[in-house]
């Protein structure tokens, strides 16, 4: 697979995955902050590429009283303060059309959430921008699928795609990871990336607050990275108890680097 085209990735060893990772949504000015710096000295340590991760506005919540975000431009500066302040990518997601070109004048990466997949003037707005579109699987879609998803993206001029699988919908309160998709999507020739934390996410809660599994975060990392992950995404907080979103499925902050360091261990393994 050619990486090049890729360059927040610089040179992508074999022995080697990248980490997309970071809090839910941008919370305030100052805790991303302290985020970005923990995770690049963690990725420095074990020689990761870190693509910083952070949503600008939460547009795709349960209930109407539920945080949304800070306000887009001042979540949108604060992921570009942190690309410039720590030189790093950034990726944040977008949710329509008209919001590609603004949020691409201050990030590195857009990203298509999973129920917008097959959206396609999202799509292709999102590749007309010239940026890296990484587009989650949705979780009512085949591995297969996505292929359309990744020519749409090519045919509007762009060739700079990745893929996401982020588990698949198992009834209407969980889901389950099917690991074939990494393999499958990859015949795409383009880099896959499991979502762990979304993978273990259980939605549709009668409080209307998405529940999750944290406890299996290393478990679904580690056999991510076994099938052959090119990279691994993951939702992290210092306290995610207090987070504003997707606290129940969060890795703790201060977790990350045994995680990683094992990861490490198993992608230099294969």
């Not at 303060?81 to 720590?86: A, S």
């Not at 007309?128 to 990744?150: C, D, P, R």
């Not at 090519?154 to 198992?170: A, C, I, P, W, Y």
Request: proline content about 4%; some cysteine.
């Amino acid at each position: 697979m050619d990486t090049s085209k890729y360059d927040f990735l610089k040179v992508m060893r074999p022995d080697r995955f990248f980490l997309l990772a970071g809090p839910c949504v941008i919370e305030d000015e100052t805790s991303p902050l302290f985020i970005a710096e923990t995770l690049k000295n963690i990725c420095q340590r074990l020689d990761i590429p870190l693509v910083f991760k952070g949503s600008y506005r939460k547009a795709n919540r349960s209930r109407l009283d539920s945080f949304t975000g800070i306000g887009d431009e001042k979540a949108l500066k604060v992921l570009q303060r942190i690309g410039k302040e720590f030189e790093l990518p950034v990726v944040t997601d977008i949710h329509s059309a008209e919001e590609a070109a603004m949020a691409a004048e201050y990030v590195d990466v857009l990203q298509i959430p999973a129920f917008l997949c097959r959206q396609t003037d999202l799509l292709v707005a999102a590749a007309k921008t010239g940026k890296t579109v990484n587009i989650k699987k949705g979780q009512f879609l085949s591995g297969e699928a996505m292929g359309f998803a990744v020519e749409k993206v090519h045919q509007s001029g762009n060739d700079k795609v990745m893929l996401t699988e982020r588990g698949s919908m198992f009834g209407y309160q969980d889901l389950v990871v099917d690991y074939r998709n990494i393999a499958i999507m990859q015949k795409f020739d383009v880099p896959v990336i499991l979502d762990v934390t979304h993978s273990l996410q259980q939605p549709n809660q009668s409080s209307g607050v998405t529940g999750g599994q944290p406890e299996m975060i290393g478990l679904i990392a580690k056999a991510g990275i076994a099938a052959g992950a090119n990279g691994i995404f993951m939702e992290v907080h210092p306290e995610p108890k207090k987070a504003k979103s997707d606290g129940a499925n969060m890795l703790r902050l201060d977790l990350a680097e045994e995680l990683l360091t094992k990861l490490v261990r198993i992608k230099e393994s294969l």
